[in-house]
T-cell receptor, first 116, second 115 residues
Framework: KAGVTQTPRYLIKTRGQQVTLSCSPI?????VSWYQQTPGQGLQFLFE???????NKGNFPGRFSGRQFSNSRSEMNVSTLELGDSALYLC???????????????FGAGSRLTVL | DQQVKQNSPSLSVQEGRISILNCDYT??????FLWYKKYPAEGPTFLIS?????DKNEDGRFTVFLNKSAKHLSLHIVPSQPGDSAVYFC??????????????FGSGTQLTVLP
């Protein structure tokens, strides 16, 4: 079956602009999580959506937002971009229940954002 | 406040020898632990996991050990192969809100297996 698809794979923006990233989860997966990866910081949790509702949110400013559609596809948006927002943004999907299987996230290849 | 720490940013091991990657955590509410592996230009992939009710889980060349009293887990790879060269992320999980589980990742360790 198809994996997690993220678009675009690479993009360059300038400070002050906004960006929207897209994620298509594995068919049947209802949970979509977003992570930011920067060198030395590992994967920082942004938010998680399940059945179109945000269930969890990490410690990121309000400039970072997301949403999930009825087909489980998700988008995240970053407004008023700053240089420090340059990172790899990873989307992951899972079944989303409360059991241990919910921990097994399947990640996409990521969207590499560069802010100039 | 890093709840999951991987204090070694990098590790080099000779092919055929054992690789030991370490991870420490601070939150006693974590009840499930995982290791993910990441190659360049790819997303992380799930490798192995362990529940807090166990102290060891083995899958082929990979074994994860959990020491709850020390809040420490480790990943052993025996024997190490050049294809194992990647960044390894430790992750810990707890119930966050309602039935939602949230994974907290460490900063990763770059493993290089030398031929």
């Amino acid at each position: 079956k198809a994996g997690v698809t993220q678009t675009p794979r690479y993009l360059i923006k300038t400070r002050g602009q906004q960006v929207t990233l897209s994620c298509s989860p594995i068919s049947g997966h209802r949970s979509v999580s977003w992570y930011q990866q920067t060198p030395g910081q590992g994967l920082q949790f942004l938010f998680e959506y399940f059945s179109e509702t945000q269930r969890n949110k990490g410690n990121f400013p309000g400039r970072f937002s997301g949403r999930q559609f009825s087909n489980s596809r998700s988008e995240m948006n970053v407004s008023t971009l700053e240089l420090g927002d340059s990172a790899l943004y990873l989307c992951a999907s899972s079944l989303g229940g409360g059991g241990p299987g919910a921990n097994v996230l399947t990640f996409g290849a990521g969207s590499r954002l560069t802010v100039l | 406040d890093q709840q999951v720490k991987q204090n070694s940013p990098s590790l080099s091991v000779q092919e055929g020898r054992i690789s030991i990657l370490n991870c420490d955590y601070t939150n006693s509410m974590f009840d499930y632990f995982l290791w993910y592996k990441k190659y360049p230009a790819e997303g992380p992939t799930f490798l192995i996991s362990i529940s807090s009710i166990k102290d060891k889980n083995e899958d082929g060349r990979f074994t994860v050990f959990l020491n709850k009293s020390a809040k420490h887990l480790s990943l052993h790879i025996v024997p190490s192969q050049p294809g194992d060269s990647a960044v390894y992320f430790c992750a810990a999980s707890t119930i966050s809100s309602g039935s939602a589980r949230q994974l907290t990742f460490g900063s990763g360790t770059q493993l290089t297996v030398l031929p």
